[in-house]
């Protein structure tokens, strides 16, 4: 008997597991994740709560005062695996920031931090009033083998208050491991380092009206059990910097460079260089490195020792890349040598400007090229002028 019809592709639960290990490599990228959601929705603050987290089973909190979540919007965002919401609408409504996330894995965010995850959310709906929506997920039903569309995830919506602020609160139970003082240390660093140092111009042009000027975004921690406060490297750590280098590549995909000598060295050198040929598929990016000598004399006098800057280098050193004001991650971080300064160095020296090449010994730190510890820096780019740029 001859037989037609229609078939239609199903998608089992074993791939929410597989695009989890894939786009959240680590916890630090999970987390930073759902902190993007925070700053995507006009947030202006998360606040992380971690609670009973030296072993699995504890309970992580991110709290935020932004847009909030309609169910229309859960429905269409959060509940859509792929989504191109943030394709379609790339700026947010009320401060016209630039959206950070573009492959929408803040569900997977969740997942791999922990076993199970409740949901609250304020929001304003298109008919002006203010409604609250909680949905809760039990990852351990989806289990490989049952299809994803036919796993019921209850959720529930309720009239609030137009006194309740608007904002969404992420409560992830049952946290799948163990955290112990380093790994709260370097959570915090990484979000401190999860911003762009610099704000393109074109963002700022981007607002209309005064009201939608952004008056910003930051990231508070909470966590008893490991008190203390992520650490940021300010001025008075990069004016122990022997050197600073500053470039740019302009809209046409011409570069310059700027090498300057900043600390303790009886000759200062400045020296501008321009480069001749284009950067075909790079434009309106920007550079900044600070380059350390870590000698016991550049440090002499400051509040910073040369021994703490030297443990400092080792774990937050290197060369960070910025996409869109947020941190590309794989790039940069602890005992990543994308650049292969370190290669380079154990295999040859650098020709030496005649200038720096005049100079007593101990007047020229940078006669070979430094090790990835002793730089700390970022390239800055704009996703839009640059589409040939793949973010891997």
Known sequence: MTQTGDVFFNIDSRLLFQLGEKLVTNRAVALAELIKNSYDADATYALVRMKNIKNPGGTIVVEDNGSGMTLPTFRKTWMRIATTDKEENPISKKYRRKKAGEKGIGRFACRRLSKKLYIKSVAITEEGRKEELNATFDWAVFTPGSDVDKIPVEYSTRPVETEIPTGTTLILEDTSDSWNGWDIKRMRNEVAELFSPIIFQKEIDLKLTPEEYDPGFHVEFDCPEFPGKEETLDKTFFRNAWARLSGSVDGKGFANYNLQVINKISNKIEKTFERAKLFESLKNANLEIYIFSYRPDLFRGSEWS?????????????????????????????????????????????????EVRNFGEDERPGLRLFRNHSVFGYVVFNKNDNPKLEIT
């Open 306 to 354: 040369m021994t703490k800057a030297r443990d400092v280098g080792h774990e937050r050193g290197g060369i960070k890349v910025y996409a869109d004001n947020f941190r590309v991650f794989g790039y940069g971080e602890k005992n990543d040598d994308w650049l292969r300064l370190d290669y380079d160095r154990a295999r040859s020296l650098v020709g030496v400007d005649e």
